[in-house]
């Protein structure tokens, strides 16, 4: 009889599943980052409000859109929630009970639903100030070089902001995870390993405040046939190369 139960695979108590560990794993790392997201948009939404009204009137009149003027600033702020991730997180949830193959999954889909969440949220400020601007009379100029020429894209604003921030999440995740697992100086030698998705959506889409830098050197875009696929490739690779490193990780952080 004992024989026999010790040889039944291991079963999960109860009505418990893997997938409702694995939500449940979401919601504690959705509840771990949410005073730094909702603190960062509160910041964001009124400094870049309030400068770029302030800069359009000393400009002399409102001639470019607002929001087009902070367009950099998300792709850094989701790089810090990629980077910060595993430091922060890793060593709780492993101690009460999420597997090393759970929390990468889990944390796989907090880094893709963020980017959605971003683009979203971009894309709204857009068309909630395209509206303010044609019903002042005012002309909606964007700053900065997009895949998009006019902000009535939605599509092509959504696919810029998703790429850009997933491939900086990623770039985040996979430099976080190397300086925890590695430690200091062989976290630094695999930087550039970790910034692969970033320079790759970089080079890829050719949009933003780097567009211009890129294409003084005669570098040009190529087409979306082939930018948003080998983007989409490049970070999934990344979240699978994670995956990789976190399986065998110790629960300490290296030193040194």
């Not at 409702?20 to 909702?38: C, D, E, K, N, Y």
């Not at 990344?238 to 065998?248: D, E, F, N």
Request: charged share 10%.
């Amino acid at each position: 009889m004992s024989t026999q139960t010790a040889s039944r695979p291991a079963a999960l108590p109860g009505s418990v599943t893997a997938a409702g560990r694995l939500r449940q794993a979401v919601i504690a790392m959705s509840i771990g980052l949410r005073p730094m997201i909702v603190g960062y948009w509160l910041v964001m939404t009124v400094a870049f409000l309030v400068g770029g009204l302030i800069s359009q009137l000393i400009g002399g009149g409102f001639d470019n859109s607002t929001w087009d003027y902070g367009t950099h600033s998300p792709k850094y702020f989701s790089s810090a929630i990629g980077i910060t991730l595993t430091p922060a997180i890793f060593a709780l949830m492993i101690a009460h009970g999420v597997t090393r193959r759970m929390f990468a999954l889990a944390g796989s889909i907090i880094l893709v639903g963020a980017a959605t969440a971003t683009a979203l949220i971009w894309l709204l400020a857009y068309q909630v100030e395209r509206v303010v601007y044609d019903w002042a009379g005012l002309t909606q100029a964007l700053a900065n070089p997009h895949l998009f020429t006019k902000t009535s894209q939605v599509g092509l604003i959504f696919t810029e902001f998703f790429l850009l921030i997933i491939a900086h999440e990623v770039a985040g995740w996979l430099i976080g995870i190397g300086f925890y697992r590695f430690g200091f100086w062989k976290g630094l030698a695999l930087l550039p390993l970790g910034l692969v998705p970033a320079a790759a959506a970089e080079f890829l889409l050719v949009a933003q405040w780097l567009a211009e830098a890129l294409s003084s050197t005669g570098y040009h875009r190529p087409s979306l046939a082939i930018g948003v696929p080998g983007v989409l490739a490049v970070s999934a690779l990344g979240l699978y190369a994670g995956y990789l490193l976190l399986r065998p990780m110790a629960l300490k952080p290296a030193k040194g």
